[in-house]
T-cell receptor
Framework: DAGVIQSPRHEVTEMGQEVTLRCKPI?????LFWYRQTMMRGLELLIY????????DSGMPEDRFSAKMPNASFSTLKIQPSEPRDSAVYFC?????????FGQGTRLTVV | GENVEQHPSTLSVQEGDSAVIKCTYS??????FPWYKQELGKGPQLIID?????GEKKDQRIAVTLNKTAKHFSLHITETQPEDSAVYFC??????????FGSGTQLTVLP
């Protein structure tokens, strides 16, 4: 397996634009997590899914953030409209029975 | 919810010396404790984990100890090498079923 795959690796966008981050989890994993990493706040859990169903979205900072998982092999995290304070590295992770594996992340810069 | 504290935030050691990173957790129901290594520009990578039914686990130069009574666990790296330089994160998974991460330790191994 190629591991957790995220795209794009880097995204630069202007304030107010919509941003969509994508994730392909490891095949067979039934949990998927979205994290945000910043220097100030470290690794924060935004939302996680179990069997494609959102279980806990209490970490989603605002209504501007939304996440979907239409099937077991794909998830998106959308920010609309984006703001400069959303600049961070966003990680997707997936797990089966125990270990969680992370993707390489998407570095988002909102100018 | 779970709260994980990690110390120190930065650690410098001479090549060949040992490094120890310590974490405490708050949720007594936590039963899974992984450690991740994050290199610059990459996602966190699992290096070792321990479950609550054991007190110690070792994998070559890396070992983890767990004290459930005191609710703390530690990462030990022996015979450190320059390639061990990275940010290390501890995490705990408890009743909420998702990982809560510590704030990270920047380890620098000086040649």
């Amino acid at each position: 397996d190629a591991g957790v795959i995220q795209s794009p690796r880097h995204e630069v966008t202007e304030m107010g634009q919509e941003v969509t981050l994508r994730c392909k989890p490891i095949s067979g994993h039934d949990y998927l997590f979205w994290y945000r990493q910043t220097m100030m706040r470290g690794l924060e859990l935004l939302i996680y899914f179990n069997n494609n169903v959102p279980i806990d979205d209490s970490g989603m900072p605002e209504d501007r953030f939304s996440a979907k998982m239409p099937n077991a092999s794909f998830s998106t995290l959308k920010i609309q409209p984006s703001e400069p304070r959303d600049s961070a590295v966003y990680f997707c992770a997936s797990r089966g029975d125990s270990e969680a594996f992370f993707g390489q992340g998407t570095r988002l810069t909102v100018v | 919810g779970e709260n994980v504290e990690q110390h120190p935030s930065t650690l410098s050691v001479q090549e060949g010396d040992s490094a120890v990173i310590k974490c405490t957790y708050s949720d007594s129901a936590s039963n899974y404790f992984p450690w991740y290594k994050q290199e610059l520009g990459k996602g966190p990578q699992l290096i070792i984990d321990i479950r609550s039914n054991v007190g110690e686990k070792k994998d070559q130069r890396i070992a983890v100890t767990l004290n459930k009574t005191a609710k703390h666990f530690s990462l030990h790296i022996t015979e450190t090498q320059p390639e061990d330089s990275a940010v290390y994160f501890c995490a705990a998974r408890g009743s909420a079923r998702q990982l809560t991460f510590g704030s990270g330790t920047q380890l620098t191994v000086l040649p």
